[in-house]
């Protein structure tokens, strides 16, 4: 039987292919990553600086650390693995899903849906550490005034929602589910442990480091809540979407929005 003609398949549709990691990394999350790297190249003047974002600069730190790049080095270590990773990945998702008929529709679909969705998170984050409900746009545009300010927050947020998804969500929550459903066998009970426990340390990293937070009962829970919502989230609709959403809801906070 001649299995050369047997016609591949194609994932098609946006709900199924927005869920991808190959649609996200390839085309949804780039903007993302390019706002990042051009705003910590403009915010340095040019010289190469991985330190906006706290996962970036903590991957950085333990590359020259351990003398595995130079303290003088463009590349930084968490963008290898990167490389490395979403060509794993990638060839993954082929293999299990044919080919994907993404669509330039998608993004737009991706950003709107994101937008939505980031309206929500931080009013539901701060009524679980406040017990007040706080409605976006209620303050107006008062935290940023001109370009110079607004640059370093468009960069920081993006760096949180490329950088910072992939780290927690992708990496350690991905590892995390696999695991326990592998020792003990339970889908539903292995995501719920697994979403917990990447919010938690979601919520710790922010309180380490050369830009820690000042550390807050409130702002610990406010933080614990954002790692759950994004981590069901990225179970829910993938990379994409909760990488957009993570940035909206930090340009909403950092633009005095929220």
């Known amino acids: 039987m001649d299995t050369d003609n047997k016609p591949v398949p194609i994932l098609s549709g946006y709900k199924n292919v927005s869920k991808t990691f190959t649609y996200a990394i390839t085309y949804a999350i780039l903007p993302l990553f390019f706002a990042y790297q051009i705003g910590t190249s403009i915010l340095s003047e040019g010289r190469m600086v991985w330190g906006i974002n706290g996962v970036d600069s903590i991957f950085q730190r333990i590359s020259t650390l351990y003398g595995i790049l130079p303290n003088e080095a463009g590349l930084p270590l968490s963008l290898l693995f990167l490389v490395i990773g979403s060509m794993l990945a990638i060839r993954y ?28 998170v931080n009013p539901i984050a701060a009524f679980f550490a406040h017990g007040v409900l706080v409605i976006p746009f209620a303050k107006g545009l008062s935290a940023v005034s001109s370009f110079h300010e607004l640059l370093p927050q468009i960069t920081s947020a993006g760096g949180a929602g490329f950088y910072e998804e992939l780290f927690f969500r992708v990496i350690i929550l991905g590892s995390l589910v696999c695991l326990l459903k592998y020792v003990t066998k339970l889908s539903t009970g292995s995501q719920f442990i697994g979403v917990l426990v990447t919010a938690v340390f979601f919520s710790a990293i922010h309180f380490t480091g050369p830009m820690a937070y000042e550390f807050a009962y409130w702002r610990v829970i406010y933080l614990f809540c954002l790692g759950v919502m994004y981590g069901a989230l990225y179970l829910k609709r993938g990379l994409a979407v909760t990488a957009w959403t993570h940035t909206f809801a930090n340009l909403l906070v950092s633009a005095g929005l929220f």
């Open 93 to 120: 998702e082929r293999k299990k899903y044919g080919a994907l008929e993404i669509r330039r529709s998608y993004l737009l679909t991706t950003i709107k849906d994101a937008f939505l969705i980031s309206l929500l």
